[in-house]
């Protein structure tokens, strides 16, 4: 299946556009962020904290199967504006990675379908591409681990 | 002799895809990275040097340790450096659209 998602990173920005299309009404799509127990469903993530309103905060919680703490992630709600638009800061807790701001546009298509644009906003250039590049490496990896474990039940 | 290096030979080895995923997180010393393998420390110091001499990991002194940086820019010459980062969000994306349908129809 052919990926919905855009990523538009260019080269020496320090910054990333992220654009998707949604089979959903704008207003389920915003809902999906603002409502917490929604959020937790599909971002994987616990909720401790989520004040979706103007000069709110918020604060993730992602716990492994082991249930430790693999990692905390916080920010300030800037501007919410219902079905339209969040203005947040992102940063994750513990890890040298700076914080970043995002613009998340939310618009209407049809009554059924709607279109999401996150414009995240890194500390710098090096940073963002140590960020867009972390999946790339957690994938190799895991890619190395998933072969060691089927070698390991071939012994 | 000293086979030229390039950025698909580094990654073909599984210590050194470890060793860049350790630096993708934090910069470290040999001895820290060393640390975290069973294998020689002088077989980690040859994967550190490869991976060094074809510019995946950036070398800076402070003080009398030598701290190792993963160095993205390198990293961006794999084709699909970015195809994990859009898969990740493409899978995040479905399951949201897969929640709020759910949740739709639950209404």
């Known amino acids: ?155 | 002799m000293n086979l030229r290096r390039d950025v698909f030979q580094a990654i073909a080895d599984p210590t050194r895809r470890s060793i860049l995923l350790l630096l993708a997180a934090q910069s470290m010393t040999a001895g820290a990275i060393a640390a975290n393998f069973d294998t020689a420390r002088p077989t980690i110091s040859k994967h550190i040097q490869i991976l060094t001499e074809c510019n995946l990991l950036h070398q800076e002194q402070s003080g009398r340790e030598i701290y190792y940086h993963f160095n993205p820019k390198k990293m961006k010459e794999i084709a699909e450096w970015l195809m994990p980062f859009a898969k990740m969000w493409d899978d995040r994306f479905n399951k949201l659209e897969t929640v709020m349908k759910k949740y739709k129809s639950k209404k």
Do not use: C
Not at chain 1, 54 to 70: A, L, M, Q
Not at chain 1, 113 to 127: D, M, P, R
């Open chain 1, 1 to 155: 299946m052919a990926q919905k998602t855009k990523i538009d990173a260019e080269d020496g920005k320090q910054e990333v556009q992220i654009e998707r299309e949604f089979d959903l009404s704008v207003e389920l799509l915003f809902k999906a962020y603002i409502v917490p127990v929604l959020l937790e469903q599909w971002m994987g993530t616990k909720v401790l904290k989520l004040e979706s309103k103007k000069h709110g905060s918020y604060r993730f919680e992602t716990i492994d199967n082991n249930g430790n703490v693999v990692f905390n992630a916080n920010g300030v709600i800037h501007e919410l504006i219902p079905n339209h638009k969040i203005i947040r800061t992102f940063e994750m807790e513990n890890a040298p990675f700076g914080v970043q701001l995002e613009i998340l546009k939310f618009e209407k298509l049809t009554d059924h379908t709607s279109k999401l644009n996150i414009h995240s906003i890194y500390e710098s250039v090096a940073l963002r591409d140590q960020l867009l590049a972390l999946p790339f490496a957690q994938g190799i990896n895991m890619a190395h681990n998933r072969l060691q474990d089927v070698l390991s039940n071939l012994k």
